[in-house]
């Protein structure tokens, strides 16, 4: 069995584990209301998908942030992706355990299975910010999905290990799209950890030889990209602030606050 299949199969029973465990956390996710909801947000994500795509171009901000990525992806293709690849394959830093655990936990599927499970946890037990944002986790996520289908068919690119579809690292850019929804919705005391953890899947998919420099480079640009666009649409908002949480250095003091960009 391929190493591909085995994360698969793992991340397929972490899907199952977190909805068992948020079903049986709270109400019967049978109930009509719930339902209903489940139901309307799954026809409107279509929708929101197609107006999230337009506006990952409509912004200058992430058109220079996928061009700069995307140069560097190139350049870095050219002049230096086989020397970090033969680097990596004299050179090893982590346990081959670790390696497959890095890179189970960067797996898609394991991270829509762990937005699915905040949904439903939101869902179920009537809290709308952990529902709003595992709904902007999961269109993020699949969004990004689809983005990299496309590109990996489009590119037919080989990875060091000679299998086919290696243009752009789905592995990081997903990993890249949870740390951002989850940065821009609870702040660096999330995102930080969520970041370093995209970074040990960088460097474990280029040790073990599954994606070139070049296709982690560009992976991690797309998956901010498409993280920070999602998450700021579906942001709570008071009066055109935006609700961020909020941490006082000198007294510990933790809350939420109001923010304006001018």
């Known amino acids: 069995m391929s190493q591909g299949r085995r994360w698969f199969i793992k991340s397929l029973v972490v899907a199952i584990i977190a909805v068992m465990i948020s079903m049986e956390s709270g109400c019967a996710v049978s109930s009509p209301d719930a339902l209903t909801t489940i139901k309307d947000d799954l026809l409107r994500l279509p929708g929101d998908m197609w107006t999230d795509s337009k506006a990952i171009i409509a912004q200058p901000e992430n058109v220079t942030i996928l061009v700069i990525g995307g140069g560097a992806s190139g350049y870095v293709r050219w002049q230096h992706d086989d020397q970090i690849a033969d680097h990596f394959e004299n050179h090893t830093t982590f346990p081959r355990d670790f390696d497959i655990a890095v890179g189970s936990a960067g797996n898609p599927a394991t991270h829509l ?7 439903l946890y939101g869902l179920l037990h009537e809290q709308p910010q952990t529902k709003q944002a595992a709904s902007s986790l999961m269109e993020a996520l699949a ?6 289908i496309g590109l990996k068919l489009a590119a037919q690119d ?3 290990n000679d299998e086919y579809y290696g243009w752009p690292s789905g592995h990081t850019s997903s990993t890249v799209t949870l740390a951002t929804v989850m940065n821009e919705y609870y702040g660096p005391w999330v995102g930080v950890p969520l970041y370093a953890l995209s970074g040990l899947v960088i460097y474990e998919r280029m040790e073990s030889g599954e994606h070139w420099a070049s296709d982690v480079i560009f992976g991690a640009a797309m998956g901010y990209v498409i993280g920070s666009t999602v998450a700021q649409r579906y942001k709570p908002e008071i009066f055109g602030m935006a609700v961020v949480p909020y941490i006082d250095s000198l007294s510990n003091a933790t809350g939420l606050a109001l923010m304006k960009r001018f």
Do not use: D, R
């Open 113 to 119: 299975a762990l937005a699915g499970a905040g949904y």
């Open 143 to 148: 969004l990004n999905g689809l983005m990299n």
């Open 158 to 160: 080989q990875t060091p």
